[in-house]
Nanobody
Framework: QVQLVESGGGLVQPGGSLRLSCTAS????????MGWYRQAPGEQRELVAT??????IEYAESVKGRFTISKDNRYTVSLQMDSLKPEDTAVYYC???????????????WGEGTQVTVSS
């Protein structure tokens, strides 16, 4: 079974930094895309940043210039978050579109989420 395990959330003051990491495990044949979404209370889940296997990267407009997504290795994606703002407070979810044993196609998988709180 594929699992995505996130780490690195927490409480930080405005202007501070946090680094999130997510590692995919299981019998994985190929990963098409990995990334991060977030969901604030009362809001819909929204894209933060994604990176494709070919290297192309997409950011939400609200995080451009402050957040940096990177692939640390084939199975791990990280999100460096700098200049954090209170409006960045949300549960951050790791996601991956990948092909694994027992499936015939690429499927979307989600982590359980990690809380990021930006507050003084």
């Amino acid at each position: 079974q594929v699992q995505l395990v996130e780490s690195g959330g927490g409480l930080v003051q405005p202007g501070g930094s946090l680094r999130l990491s997510c590692t995919a495990s299981g019998t994985i044949f190929d990963i098409n895309i990995m990334g991060w979404y977030r969901q604030a209370p009362g809001e819909q889940r929204e894209l933060v940043a994604t990176v494709r296997s070919g290297g192309s990267i997409e950011y939400a407009e609200s995080v451009k210039g402050r957040f940096t997504i990177s692939k640390d290795n084939r199975y791990t994606v990280s999100l460096q978050m700098d200049s954090l703002k209170p409006e960045d407070t949300a549960v951050y979810y790791c996601t991956a579109n990948l092909w694994s044993r027992g499936t015939r196609d690429y499927l979307d998988y989600w982590g359980e989420g990690t809380q990021v709180t930006v507050s003084s």
